[in-house]
């Protein structure tokens, strides 16, 4: 498997750095739907050569994992990391690195976030924290995180991500996969084709994960997501093209229900396991994966807890925000339930 690897342009750098200026100068937070409007619109304006590659990402003429680099952030200057993903939404230290995000992520669609996770934050800080060490969460460290699809328990996941690097001194690693380079025996392609397979919510979408004081959810808010855990519907690993196929797996919150699916769940996950690119992203770096076709995760490191330790942003996004009928809005077209 390889990682379709490009550096940005001169022209594009000046363009992306022209426009978060003047984005700047209207919004002080990324964290509105006006904002994220706004700089749909302005993601129009940046040069053909990054609309073109984003719009071969989307068709499938791209690889489905994009490494996008060259994009400069002085580590002397930079704000410290914050101490928890719990940080203010309006920060304008970060704001233009911000913009820079959203417009680089606009080019593959739209931002959205999740009303049961941050209370639908569209950057969310994947920030190592002590107490987390060991949880199947961007916050761990001492253990792999197993990689997964992003919300592959929900109908309505992002069709992409968008992760950028501010920080990583530790040089953690990020792992990544694509479905098309899978080699599986035709049982078990059968197989994990049927709906024979559950997903259940990871904790970050779970009441007491989402804890904080910018804001109050619900018990209400989370009822979804309680469906989901008591009473999931079985869905099929892979669907689509048998040559660049769908893939919905999440192997630390899923399960197979009869021992055949097991055995072919065993096949899938080492075969996966077998197949891993790591990536080392450096500061200003992008990876944009496709959530539907591709997986990722990341090697367990030793963070340097403190005001540099690592620090990545990630941002969800959709081709269709109605998400063919299958999504809830919670408030806003870009907070889905």
Same mark, same amino acid.
């Given at each position: 498997? @390889?990682?379709?690897?490009?550096?940005?342009?001169?022209?594009?750098?000046?363009?992306?750095? /022209?426009?978060?200026?003047?984005?700047?100068?209207?919004?002080?937070?990324?964290?509105?739907?006006?904002?994220?409007?706004?700089?749909?619109?302005?993601?129009?304006?940046?040069?053909?050569?990054?609309?073109?590659?984003?719009?071969?990402?989307?068709?499938?003429?791209?690889?489905?994992?994009?490494?996008?680099?060259?994009?400069?952030?002085?580590?002397?200057?930079?704000?410290?990391?914050?101490?928890?993903?719990?940080?203010?939404?309006?920060?304008?230290?970060?704001?233009?690195?911000?913009?820079?995000?959203?417009?680089?992520?606009?080019?593959?669609? /739209?931002?959205?976030?999740?009303? @049961?996770?941050?209370?639908?934050?569209?950057?969310?800080?994947?920030?190592?924290?002590?107490?987390?060490?060991?949880?199947?969460?961007?916050?761990?460290?001492?253990? /792999?995180?197993?990689?997964?699809?992003?919300?592959?328990?929900?109908?309505?996941?992002?069709?992409?991500?968008?992760?950028?690097?501010?920080?990583?001194?530790?040089?953690?690693?990020?792992?990544?996969?694509?479905?098309?380079?899978?080699?599986?025996?035709?049982?078990?392609?059968?197989?994990?084709?049927?709906?024979?397979?559950?997903?259940?919510?990871?904790?970050?979408?779970?009441?007491?994960?989402?804890?904080?004081?910018?804001?109050?959810?619900?018990?209400?808010?989370?009822?979804?997501?309680?469906?989901?855990?008591?009473?999931? /519907?079985?869905?099929?690993?892979?669907?689509?093209?048998?040559?660049?196929?769908?893939?919905?797996?999440?192997?630390?919150?899923?399960?197979?229900?009869?021992?055949?699916?097991?055995?072919?769940?065993?096949?899938?996950?080492?075969?996966?396991?077998?197949?891993?690119?790591?990536?080392?992203?450096?500061?200003?770096?992008?990876?944009?994966?496709?959530?539907?076709?591709?997986?990722?995760?990341?090697?367990?490191?030793?963070?340097?807890?403190?005001?540099?330790?690592?620090?990545?942003?990630?941002?969800?996004?959709?081709?269709?925000?109605?998400?063919?009928?299958?999504?809830?809005?919670?408030?806003?077209?870009?907070?889905?339930?």
């Amino acid at each position: 498997m @390889t990682i379709t690897t490009r550096p940005f342009t001169k022209i594009e750098l000046d363009a992306l750095t /022209d426009l978060s200026e003047e984005l700047a100068g209207h919004f002080d937070s990324c964290e509105s739907e006006e904002f994220a409007n706004a700089v749909g619109q302005a993601a129009l304006m940046l040069p053909l050569s990054l609309r073109q590659l984003a719009y071969d990402f989307r068709i499938g003429k791209e690889k489905r994992i994009i490494l996008l680099q060259g994009m400069a952030i002085d580590e002397a200057t930079l704000m410290p990391t914050p101490d928890s993903w719990d940080h203010a939404w309006r920060e304008p230290r970060i704001l233009k690195l911000e913009i820079r995000h959203a417009l680089v992520a606009s080019l593959f669609g /739209d931002i959205f976030g999740w009303h @049961t996770q941050e209370n639908g934050r569209f950057f969310r800080h994947v920030i190592p924290h002590p107490k987390d060490e060991a949880e199947q969460l961007g916050s761990g460290s001492s253990v /792999d995180l197993e990689w997964h699809n992003e919300e592959a328990f929900h109908p309505a996941r992002a069709d992409s991500i968008a992760l950028m690097c501010y920080r990583n001194l530790e040089q953690a690693v990020t792992t990544v996969c694509t479905a098309s380079s899978l080699k599986l025996s035709d049982e078990a392609v059968k197989i994990l084709r049927q709906p024979r397979f559950v997903i259940v919510p990871d904790k970050s979408h779970r009441p007491d994960f989402n804890k904080s004081s910018q804001w109050q959810l619900s018990a209400e808010d989370f009822q979804r997501i309680e469906k989901m855990l008591t009473q999931p /519907d079985p869905q099929p690993v892979l669907t689509g093209p048998s040559d660049d196929p769908f893939l919905r797996i999440d192997p630390a919150f899923m399960y197979a229900i009869d021992p055949e699916a097991e055995q072919a769940l065993k096949e899938i996950k080492a075969e996966v396991d077998s197949k891993l690119v790591d990536v080392v992203l450096q500061p200003g770096e992008f990876l944009v994966i496709d959530n539907l076709r591709s997986v990722h995760g990341r090697r367990r490191y030793k963070p340097q807890y403190g005001a540099q330790k690592r620090w990545m942003r990630r941002v969800n996004i959709a081709v269709d925000l109605a998400k063919g009928g299958q999504n809830i809005w919670v408030g806003s077209r870009r907070r889905f339930l």
